[in-house]
Structure formats: structure tokens, C-alpha cells
């Protein structure tokens, strides 16, 4: 923690301590700890419409439901539902997301509209499983081609996972990727079942399989990975595959055991923190998910040294950086990088005492999305004073709540 000002000029990180205060535009972050943005390393974002239709249900029973519902989406749909998370990110200090959704132009529309920044991953499986319209794989190629080279959006191609996505699919997600140079997104070893499911088909596991099949490699991000095992950690690690980390969504649906963070840290694996699915978390509040993956691995192992404070914080800034291979530009706050920042307040009562020796747990443990002041990516201000200043905030509700209505009576 350093005491002081962050200098932003042109969009990047100019300089960092104390400093003069006669810049042209000056944001007053007295009793305020200045982070770096979180970058969620997984979501559904436009998936907003559908919160609360699927609770108190396992995965297995969620999928269908969501699946009826995602059917009947429009593009007007996803596009005012990616809005609708966009601002809730923006809200609670979120600067980045990594999506996995069709229709991600749409969802590109909204990130650019709202000022967030996108790593948008159109999801492929095999095309007899597809609610989409057309075939994902061209959707895919299409949609990586058009956005490439962008500020904000940050394409590249998503698999839904092994049960959705033949050996024949994976293969040509895989070369969409490569061919593009651009990254691939997909979940993995979530549920036990699908694990079991997957080993009595194919004899392997799922990591092992996407190891025979030639996936796994550093250009990809999975999220879960709940149900691995050493040897599956050591091959992600071995092949540079991150991770995404998702303890709420696998704690709601009741995936069973927990990821094994700690180890994958241990064995080099790079993680990141996700929320997942506004059906499955229900919020993309990552204060509310950095507390929660504290407190998951300390009391499932009975230790409360498991995963510190910051250890959690780097999950859910630099770690996820890593994942996406953007440290070099976001993540943290470093002269150079891109100014992709939240201004947290530390003088609420829930913070109170604050020193700089406490700040990290605060932050982890004490701090909630509200507390997030204001929120800047590439050195614009999204939301200053609690502010949304790119977009109409109570028209994007009002939108979202009206077309959520027309959904669920159609
Ligand atoms: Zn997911």
C-alpha cells in the first residue's frame, strides 16, 4: 500500500504517491483506498434477465430452465441485460469481466456503451445442443474476426464444456482460436456428474481427455475445476491453463467439495476470481465473492491461515490478469498500465478503524460493493460520487425490469 495520488494521463497510470493536485481534473479520494479494478475471470453477464428463476436447484435442474428461457432471448434482450450487469459491475469496482454467452456483439455493444472493458467469448458446442441461431463455431469465427483490435472488447472463442462440445467441435474451437491468435474460455470439472459422465463415456476424465485431444495449453481459461485431481492440477499447471474460480455459483448449486485453490497455486496454475451466472450467484458484487472464497478453503480445511487477505485480492485483480495474459496492462496499479481503477471508501462504520496495516482486510472482509465510490477504465470516469456517468442508470433498470416482464409472460 502506498500512501498518495494516482497521476492518470491518456488513459494510463502516470504516477503513483504523493503528488501535486493542480491536473485539470481532480477526483478527491480522502478516506478512500485506491485499487485496482476487479477483473471477473467468469459471468454470463446478459444473463441479468433471468436472476432468480432458477434457486434452490441443482445444476443439472438449472441448466434446462435457464435453457427454456435463453431460447426465447432476442438480441434486444441480451443487449439490455449485458447493460443492465454492465452498470451493476461498474457499481461495485468491477472494471473488467470475462463473458461466455452467443450473441457477445451484442453484449460488445453494451461494454462500449457502458465503458467497462470486455474479454467476450462466444460459446461454441455441437450444433444439435444450441439454442443459437446459425452454427456457433461460424458464429464464433465471424464474431472474433469483426471485434479483433478493438480498446474495450477483447474477443476470442468460448466452449460450453465436454458435455456440450464433441472431440470434433473442441478441435475446431481450438483452431477459430489459434487462427485468430485470440484466447479460448470454457467450463470445466464442475460437477461430479459430469465428470463421472464423461470418464464412463471416454474412459478419461475430462482434464485428462482435453490433454489427449491437444486443448489444454496456455491460451485457455476454465472456469471451476471443482472436480480435479493432483494429477489433473499438475497437467493444467504443466500446460499453463488458469483458472477460474467460481465459490459462490459452485456453492449455490451445491457442486460438492470445493476447488482446490491452494494446490493449483502451488503447482503454478494461475486463478482468478469469477461470480458466474447472474442465475447462479445471483450478484457481481466481488467483495461479497472474495469474503466467501476466504472463508470457503479456511473452513473446509480448518485452517484459517488458507487463503489470506491478499492472497483473495490477487485472485480477483492481478490473478485474473495473469489468467487473461493482460498483466502487462491491467491488474494492478503501475506506472504504465492502463488506468483501470475503484475508489472504495474506508469511513463507513463497517470500516471503521481503518489504518494502513488493515486496508487489505478490510477490503476482503469488511468492504461491499457499495462502498465503491467511483470507478475509472482506461482513464474514464464511469461513476464518480456513486454516479453512473456513461449511462442513464434508471433507464437501464426500467428497461431491463420491462423487458424481464415481457420474457416471463410471453
Ligand atoms: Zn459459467
Redesign the pocket.
Known amino acids: 500500500m502506498v500512501p498518495g495520488d494516482v497521476l492518470v494521463e491518456e488513459g494510463r497510470i502516470a504516477a503513483v504517491g504523493p503528488g501535486d493536485r493542480s491536473t485539470p481534473q481532480v477526483l478527491d479520494c480522502t478516506g478512500c483506498a485506491i485499487i485496482p479494478g476487479f477483473i471477473n475471470l ?3 453477464v446478459p444473463n441479468t434477465l433471468l436472476r432468480g428463476v432458477a434457486d434452490d436447484m441443482p445444476l443439472e435442474e438449472m441448466l434446462p430452465r435457464a435453457a427454456a428461457i435463453d431460447a426465447k432471448l432476442t438480441r434486444r434482450d441480451v443487449q439490455i441485460g449485458a447493460l443492465l450487469g454492465c452498470v451493476e459491475m461498474i457499481r461495485s469496482g468491477t472494471t473488467s469481466f470475462h463473458d ?1 454467452f452467443y450473441w457477445e456483439d451484442e453484449v460488445a455493444r453494451a461494454v462500449r456503451e457502458s465503458g467497462i472493458r470486455g474479454f467476450l467469448s462466444w460459446v461454441t458446442l455441437d450444433e444439435s445442443r444450441t439454442t443459437q441461431h446459425g452454427n456457433p463455431l461460424k458464429n464464433a469465427d465471424a464474431f472474433v474476426a469483426k471485434q479483433k483490435g478493438d480498446a474495450l472488447v477483447t474477443p476470442s472463442v468460448g466452449l460450453q464444456g465436454v458435455y456440450a462440445a464433441s472431440e470434433e467441435t473442441c478441435a475446431r474451437a481450438k483452431e477459430i482460436a489459434e487462427r485468430h491468435g485470440v484466447r479460448l474460455h470454457m ?1 470445466l470439472s ?1 460437477t461430479r456428474g459430469e465428470v463421472e459422465r464423461h470418464r464412463k463415456e471416454t474412459g478419461l476424465r475430462p482434464v485428462e481427455w482435453l490433454e489427449k485431444i491437444g486443448l489444454l495449453g496456455p491460451n485457455l481459461t476454465a ?2 475445476c471443482v472436480w480435479v485431481t493432483m494429477n489433473e492440477v499438475r497437467t493444467l499447471g504443466r500446460h499453463g491453463v488458469s483458472v477460474a474460480h ?1 465459490p459462490v ?1 459452485n456453492m449455490k448449486l451445491a457442486s460438492g467439495g470445493v476447488a482446490p485453490v491452494p494446490e493449483m497455486l502451488q503447482e503454478g496454475v494461475v486463478v482468478g476470481l ?1 461470480t ?2 447472474p442465475i ?1 450467484n445471483n450478484a457481481m458484487d466481488v467483495f461479497a465473492d472474495m469474503k466467501i472464497a476466504a472463508l470457503l478453503h479456511k473452513a473446509s480445511r480448518w485452517d484459517a491461515r488458507a487463503m489470506p487477505a491478499q492472497a483473495v485480492l490477487d485472485l480477483a485483480t492481478i490473478g485474473a490478469a495473469r489468467a487473461l495474459h493482460m498483466e502487462a496492462e491491467i491488474g494492478s496499479i503501475e506506472v504504465g498500465k492502463r488506468a483501470d481503477l475503484a475508489v472504495v471508501s474506508l469511513r463507513g462504520a463497517h470500516t471503521t478503524p481503518f489504518y494502513p496495516e488493515n486496508v487489505i482486510s478490510h477490503l476482503v472482509y469488511g468492504c461491499r460493493g457499495s462502498d465503491v465510490q467511483a470507478t475509472i477504465v482506461d482513464g474514464q470516469v464511469l461513476m464518480a460520487d456513486r454516479i453512473v456517468r456513461t449511462v442513464d442508470e434508471a433507464e437501464v433498470i426500467s428497461r431491463a425490469q420491462e423487458t424481464a416482464r415481457e420474457l416471463f409472460e410471453a
Open positions: 467468469h459471468n454470463h461466455l467450463h464442475e472456469a471451476h467460481c455459483s469469477g458466474d451466472s447462479s
